[in-house]
């Protein structure tokens, strides 16, 4: 189960675009599901902002 996430995840988590307020908002999200420890959110987080990661700059 883990080993299939970190397939569909790679360890290298996003960066938020740094103009970008839902970026940001996905970020502190991010950051609270980790320490909460609620990695599957986390992870969802993650998805979002490299779906997310598409800025014209
Ligand atoms: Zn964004």
Do not use: W
């Not at 080993?3 to 960066?15: A, C, G, I, K």
């Amino acid at each position: 189960m883990r080993n299939h996430v970190d397939r569909l995840f790679p360890p290298q988590p996003p960066e938020p675009a740094p103009e970008c307020a839902i970026c940001a908002d996905l970020d502190r999200k991010r950051a609270t599901a980790n320490a909460e420890g609620d990695y599957s959110r986390a992870s969802d987080c993650n998805v979002l902002l490299r779906q997310h990661g598409k800025h014209a700059r």
